[in-house]
């Protein structure tokens, strides 16, 4: 059974740093990707960095860019998402998400539906 479990949310206030952390279990093989999305109230949920395991090949939002990074770590089946310079648009809950064995490699991490998602964790930046 796959498991998606986050954690690592928090309040902090604008120019702040979180790091964020994700450990997918249950797959079998190495190949897939893992990715960071968000929701804020009222707004549609937004892609925020995704990488895949084998080729990296991260990608960010035009939102987010050279404010994140997304690390992974095959070693523990992790990801991280290292939020740096937080802005109070940055407040969400953030979700960790996997999609094992992707069609196109690194390019499904861009755009593809991602089957196995995790509950979340609320990320809140004050001004």
């Known amino acids: 059974q796959v498991r998606v479990a986050e954690s690592g949310g928090g309040s902090v206030q604008a120019g702040g740093s979180l790091r964020l952390s994700c450990m997918v279990t249950?797959?079998?093989?190495?190949?897939?990707?893992l990715g960071w999305f968000r929701q804020a109230p009222g707004k549609e949920r937004e892609r925020v960095a995704t990488?895949?395991?084998?080729?990296?090949?991260?990608y960010y939002a035009d939102s987010v860019k050279d404010r994140f990074t997304i690390v992974q770590d095959n070693a523990k089946n992790s990801v991280y998402l290292q939020m740096d310079s937080l802005e109070p648009a940055d407040t969400a809950m953030y979700y960790c998400?996997?999609?094992?064995?992707?069609?196109?490699?690194?390019?499904?991490?861009?755009?593809?539906?991602?089957?196995?998602w995790g509950q979340g964790t609320q990320v809140t930046v004050s001004s």
């Open positions: 249950g797959y079998v093989g190495s190949d897939y990707c």
């Open positions: 990488i895949h395991t084998l080729n990296s090949k991260p």
């Open positions: 998400a996997a999609l094992p064995s992707p069609r196109a490699g690194w390019f499904s991490c861009r755009l593809a539906d991602f089957p196995d």
